[in-house]
């Protein structure tokens, strides 16, 4: 993972070889610069996830699955990108086997929200 970089190119099919990770881990940090935190995810089913401190969006690689969020339930396929605010309980649910996601957090501890952004 970099900082100090003041322009990336993070190639996907590298990141992938990057999955799973020495612990098993199912999904890699590529990328940090200030608060902007990038992954790339391929999330394992079940995956109850925590509400995160910061604002998050997913971009969907590929795959296709729900993501359940507030309540609501909402299909996503590739292509599409997911907002949730910081705090936010969601996790996706009904995904395919081959679900990839680029995940990146951003924002201060409490999303932008928080800041009246």
Request: proline letters at 5%; a negative charge; glycine letters at 10%.
């Given at each position: ?16 070889k990057?999955i ?67 705090g ?30």
């Amino acid at each position: 993972m970099t900082s100090s970089a003041r322009s990336h190119v993070i190639h996907l099919a590298d990141a992938r070889k990057r999955i799973p990770g020495p612990a098993g881990e199912h999904a890699v940090g590529l990328f940090q610069c200030g608060t902007l935190d990038v992954a790339l995810s391929i999330p394992i089913t079940p995956k109850q996830q925590s509400p995160h401190t910061q604002d998050e969006i997913y971009v969907i690689v590929s795959g296709r699955g729900v993501l359940f969020h507030d309540q609501k339930r909402d299909a996503f396929e590739a292509g599409d990108l997911l907002f949730v605010a910081a705090g936010v309980e969601h996790q996706f649910v009904e995904q395919s086997a081959d679900l990839t996601v680029w995940r990146v957090f951003y924002g201060p501890a409490g999303g932008e929200a928080a800041r009246g952004v």
